[in-house]
């Protein structure tokens, strides 16, 4: 059993508080709009040192163990709306790690300082319109002049795009191939030739904007690189581990929410004379799903110490995202079924999570990738 200390359970409150107070009351208005407002949001999380929980306290981080990101996650997750909670990830754990992990002292006091502050805003763009998980075929270049990289591409479905004040790329920096030819590089928005070319309409996590992002001439110094030129693809498959740890801890508060709330909803809801939560089918289809979401929940909580303690959790990683995935998608189908037509109305609470649900299962990793991934991981494919 994890060891949550007092310490642990006050950052919990103080998450839980902060989630229901600036974030839960303006879900309706910003799933609405297609866009949270980043730039008034982070500020808030920033001074409440929520940014940098994990990272050294010279650049502003709290240098907290990895327990305090399972939490911050999971009580984003509980309070939704997925898309927030997803762009918060984004800035904590997915276009931030390997600038902390890697970057030079100088990178890390220009983007990361402004980034655990929420005085920036940072976006990881790593997708391309023809390239999705097959990450050795990304096209977008840079190609060095002198003391500069010039960046020419393209990147799609890339999460806090419409409002990043920073981009984690990944580009492709040599012609070399295997995996040795690609490099992260940090690009301002504000550098010319850089675009952010449509906001892109989403089925759900609406709240979050997602846009398809363009490079043409784009010029940063070489000096933006993060770590060595030609380890990028390594840097990144680390990155992306703490991406699938962070889905999967937020995946299970939303699916904790979505459970307490549907129970909530039939223990009220009379039909055939009694509650229809002592109809037998649903209470044991609740309890099932309960019991699985408790699984994964003590899964991410292994995989959080094995982190602690230094060791190598990609497989972790991969199985919390894979069940994340299908759990969720598995529990917002239930909890829509179990409310009848009004969990059907775009009014209801169950039409957005059930739109939302599908993401788990495609950003970070399409469930395909999980299973490829973890057969080669068990020898069951060469």
């Not at 709306?81 to 030079?104: C, E, K, R, W, Y």
């Not at 655990?116 to 990450?135: F, H, L, R, W």
């Not at 209470?283 to 110490?305: I, V």
């Not at 775009?346 to 649900?357: Q, V």
Request: charged share 25%; hydrophobic share 40%.
């Amino acid at each position: 059993m994890v060891n949550f200390t007092a310490e642990h359970k006050a950052f919990r409150e103080l998450v839980r508080n902060f989630a229901e107070k600036e974030i839960g009351p303006f879900a309706d208005e910003w799933e609405a709009k297609g866009i949270f407002p980043a730039h008034e949001l982070f500020p808030k999380l920033g001074r409440l040192g929520l940014l940098g929980v994990e990272y050294d306290e010279k650049y502003g981080g709290q240098g907290a163990d990895h327990l305090f990101t399972v939490i911050l996650h999971e009580e984003l997750g509980r309070v939704g709306p997925g898309g927030v909670a997803l762009g918060i990830g984004v800035q904590t754990d997915m276009a931030t790690p390997s600038l902390h992990n890697f970057g030079t002292e100088e990178l890390k006091q220009k983007y990361l300082v402004p980034a655990i502050k929420g005085e920036a805003v940072c976006s990881v763009a790593v997708t391309e319109p023809d390239v999705g998980s097959d990450v050795v075929a990304l096209r977008t270049r840079a190609v060095r002049d002198g003391d500069d990289w010039v960046i020419n591409g393209s990147k799609l479905y890339i999460t806090n795009g419409a409002q990043a004040d920073w981009i984690c790329l990944l580009a492709r920096t040599s012609d070399k191939p295997g995996y040795g030819s690609f490099s992260q590089i940090v690009v301002p928005t504000d550098a010319p030739g850089f675009e952010v070319h449509r906001k892109l309409d989403k089925l759900g996590m609406r709240s979050s904007d997602t846009a398809e992002l363009t490079f043409t001439d784009v010029r940063v110094p070489v000096g933006n690189t993060i770590g060595e030129i030609g380890l990028g693809f390594y840097q990144q498959m680390s990155q992306f581990q703490n991406e699938r740890l962070s889905l999967s801890y937020t995946a299970v508060g939303g699916m904790e929410t979505a459970l307490a709330r549907t129970a909530d909803y039939l223990k009220a809801r009379q039909a055939f004379g009694k509650p229809l939560i002592d109809q037998q089918y649903i209470g044991f289809t609740l309890a099932e799903l309960s019991g699985r979401l408790d699984m994964l929940r003590h899964y991410n909580y292994t995989a959080a110490e094995a982190y602690i303690r230094g060791e190598d959790v990609n497989r972790f990683a991969t199985v919390a995202k894979l069940e994340a995935g299908r759990l969720a998608r598995e529990i917002a189908a239930t909890c829509l079924q179990f409310h009848g037509g009004l969990g059907y109305m775009e009014e209801m609470w169950t039409a957005r999570y059930f739109r939302d649900s599908p993401m788990w299962s495609i950003g970070g990793g399409a469930d395909e990738v999980m299973l490829y991934a973890l057969s080669r991981l068990d020898g069951y494919h060469g």
